[in-house]
């Protein structure tokens, strides 16, 4: 970090101010500054009152004074403010002169990988450096160290990567810190979009577990808390974040009191009970990350379906007031309850399909990534990124991370496509499909909501199906096209992904 004499953080929101404080724990020195002068002194604030010794966090109102204060050697300033809005504020730095030859600006925010790109075209003449870093962790790993994950020019992301071993969380098991060099241009910004597509399946299906255990089984909170402590504690769903948070979420009580700021007041029952059934984040545009994997699925020709899914599931939430309205209009029968149930063995078969999923979502997001790195020529290595999410990270899971990493790091599959031909996945594949294949049948006869899990399982159905229905569909296209198609058992079966060379005149024109 001799290079730098002070970190500029750019945004006072949660992860700003978290971030201030953390790496001013870690012995450096921090500038931040933010539009809203109240969230600076916000910030400033909580760093001097936090328990821990005096933090050096100077907060600044005026802009040119916040750049004047990080020295007059090379600088470094991380930007952590909502996707989109950081032109404006480099629009500013533009205006006022404040941008210099050799300053790296990191962006930590979750970014669509084609604006970091821009942006990078836009500060070449400034010789400036933009690096597009995800973060993975929340807020909580903002302040204790989270899984990193910075892309763009790489003697740039060099000169910073000691500061980022600083503050980013550690493999348990190595020491390691979970941050590499991920690639050039957006590259950075676009794994981490891509793992909150994985993130966005693997939060269905925890929650569609949930639903299956509290709607079907009839069981409460704290007792279905147990049961993800138990699947976080062994086996395939070990040391998952999302299984072990949701142990924690399960098992909360109300207070008396409440905590003043979202817990409801009570003695009986769970701050999980408050909650309503709807999640906005992608219909009011505060996030992006999760639709646009969908869109770079649909983009790039990658079946990802349990990732689609999962989204889908998410929008169809947002809008409960007219979800309430359809609820009158068709009438669908709701969610069973079935008691009688062999409750212990339904929930072993629920955890290995819950870890097929999983699974799926990680094959589905790690195919989509080598398909970009391919196409961008951005030589993304998988093992590194495997090893990146094995600590501070939202989609951390030993079990799965553990295997791919093994197998990835074979030279065999040192630049793989289709992580479901790795063998070790395919074995865990064929292992738990009867499992999911069972708690599909099990959900459709009680009407509970399982869209990530019957994705997965349709998804290895197709994936693995030699002879698919989608022969017809080849001959209604054609019909009605003349969109050609391939001969079964000709010279281009299985053939390449092209316009077949055959047209039958079905109906004359």
């Not at 480099?90 to 300053?103: C, H, N, S």
């Not at 086996?235 to 009580?253: A, T, V």
């Not at 600590?391 to 791919?404: A, F, K, T, V």
């Not at 002879?467 to 296209?477: D, N, Y």
């Amino acid at each position: 970090m001799a290079d730098y004499e002070r970190i500029g953080i750019i945004g006072a929101g949660n992860m700003g101010s978290s971030m201030a404080v953390g790496f001013s724990e870690r012995g450096m020195a921090v500038s931040i500054w933010d539009i809203n002068a109240a969230s600076v002194d916000r910030a400033v604030k909580w760093a001097k009152e936090d328990k821990n010794e005096r933090k050096d966090v100077a907060g600044f109102h005026d802009l040119t004074e916040f750049a004047k204060s990080l020295g007059s050697s090379r600088r470094l300033f991380l930007f952590s403010i909502t996707h989109g809005a950081a032109d404006s504020v480099l629009d500013k730095l533009e205006q006022a002169g404040l941008l210099r030859a050799g300053d790296v600006m990191l962006d930590a925010g979750n970014e669509h990988y084609r604006r970091t790109e821009r942006r990078q075209d836009r500060l070449t003449k400034h010789g400036v450096n933009w690096v597009g870093m995800g973060i993975s962790g929340g807020y909580q790993a903002a302040r204790r160290g989270g899984s990193l994950m910075p892309g763009g020019d790489e003697e740039a992301v060099r000169s910073v990567l000691p500061f980022l071993r600083r503050v980013a969380a550690t493999d348990r098991r190595t020491g390691e810190p979970c941050v590499d060099y991920i690639g050039p241009r957006g590259s950075g910004n676009y794994v981490k979009m891509i793992h909150n597509g994985v993130e966005t399946g693997i939060l269905s299906g925890a929650c569609e577990a949930w639903g299956l255990m509290k709607k079907c089984l009839g069981m409460e909170n704290d007792e279905i808390g147990k049961v993800f402590e138990d699947w976080n504690s062994q086996g395939e769903l070990k040391d998952n974040y999302l299984i072990q948070i949701g142990s924690e979420i399960c098992q909360r009580r109300k207070t008396p009191e409440g905590d003043g700021r979202g817990e409801g007041v009570g003695t009986e029952g769970y701050v999980l009970d408050d909650i309503v059934d709807k999640v906005v984040q992608d219909a009011d545009n505060t996030e992006g990350t999760f639709f646009w994997s969908v869109e770079e699925g649909a983009d790039r020709h990658v079946s990802i379906p349990t990732i689609a899914a999962s989204q889908f599931f998410r929008v169809a939430s947002a809008d409960r007031a007219q979800r309430l309205k359809v609820v009158e209009a068709l009438h669908i029968p709701q969610p069973k309850l079935v008691p009688s149930e062999d409750k212990a063995a339904f929930i072993e078969t629920l955890r290995l399909a819950v870890y097929a999923s999983f699974l799926c979502s990680f094959c589905q997001g790690l195919e989509l990534i080598a398909r970009a790195s391919k196409d961008e020529n951005w030589n993304v290595d998988l093992a590194m990124l495997v090893k990146c999410w094995r600590g501070g990270c939202i989609i951390q899971s030993d079990y799965i991370s553990d295997m791919l990493l093994r197998a990835l790091s074979n030279a065999a599959h040192q630049r793989i496509m289709n992580i479901k031909l790795i063998r070790e996945v395919a074995a865990d594949l064929h292992r738990t499909y009867p499992a999911l294949k069972q708690i599909i049948l099990k959900a459709t006869e009680w009407d509970a909501y399982v869209p990530s899990l019957s994705a997965s399982l349709e998804y290895l159905k197709f994936c693995a199906g030699p002879k698919l229905p989608t022969q017809f569909m080849e001959a209604e296209m054609d019909f009605f096209g003349a969109h050609s198609f391939d001969i079964v058992g000709g010279p281009d079966d299985p053939g390449e992904v092209k316009k077949g060379k055959h047209h039958y005149e079905w109906r004359p024109a």
